[in-house]
């Protein structure tokens, strides 16, 4: 079976400081990936995805990048983070080719301070 | 760019009564309109979806409906009971990019 891991839980970075954000999926190969965020009682905010390795399309002009350096492995980094990128950070996975179900990672909760 | 509106963002429904959520969208291309269930600090999960040849679909209390005239599809749960208690998403896949482009978001409120 599928699924998908995030890390780290949790995270506190004070502002101006570097970021990464990791997401991997097993038990399925080509995946397609995406990252989001979710601010405090909002929606989800498509940041990035991705069909395949080294393609990313971005979604929202920010000090956001997206990485996908292997197959099953999508990486969110930040050189230097704002107050404005608190949030909770989702990776999702869905089949390739194909419009189906997402699968949710278990986020990552960073606060900036 | 692609846009989906999402209402109520608060609903709150007295236990057995149902509840209906509405969302919008502004892509045409759009063809899969999945709906997601949030429980509180837990993940997104999926609990149905509807494609664009298909204007209704049912799952036990739960069924979707769409109008790809009007370019809206809504969400009824019927005889709500207080585990329906979570944020619900509605999300539009455009055709050919496979992006998810998600509502705002409502919390239901099941009241005992």
């Known amino acids: 079976s599928q699924t998908i891991h995030q890390w780290p839980a949790t995270l506190v970075q004070p502002v101006g400081s570097p970021l990464s954000l990791e997401c991997t999926v097993e038990?399925?190969?080509?995946?397609?990936l995406y990252w989001y965020r979710q601010a405090a009682g909002r929606g989800l905010q498509l940041l990035f995805y991705?069909?395949?390795?080294?393609?990313i399309s971005s979604e929202v002009p920010q000090n956001l990048s997206a990485s996908r350096p292997q197959d099953r492995q999508f990486i969110l980094s930040s050189k230097k983070l704002l107050l404005s990128d608190s949030g909770f950070y989702l990776c999702a996975w869905s089949l390739a080719e194909t419009y189906n179900e997402q699968f949710f990672g278990p986020g990552t909760r960073l606060t900036v301070l | 760019g692609e846009n989906v509106e999402q209402h109520p963002s608060t609903l709150s429904v007295q236990e057995g009564d149902s509840a209906v959520i509405k969302c919008t969208y502004s892509d045409s291309a759009s063809n899969y309109f999945p709906w997601y269930k949030q429980e509180l600090g837990k993940r997104p999960q999926l609990i149905i979806d509807i494609r664009s040849n298909v204007g209704e679909k049912k799952d036990q209390r739960i069924a979707v409906t769409l109008n790809k005239t009007a370019k809206h599809f809504s969400l009824h749960i019927t005889e709500t009971q207080p585990e329906d208690s979570a944020v619900y998403f509605c999300a539009a896949c455009t055709s050919g990019t496979y992006k998810y482009i998600f509502g705002t978001g409502t919390r239901l409120k099941v009241l005992a």
């Open positions: 038990g399925t190969s080509n995946p397609n």
């Open positions: 991705s069909v395949g390795i080294g393609q």
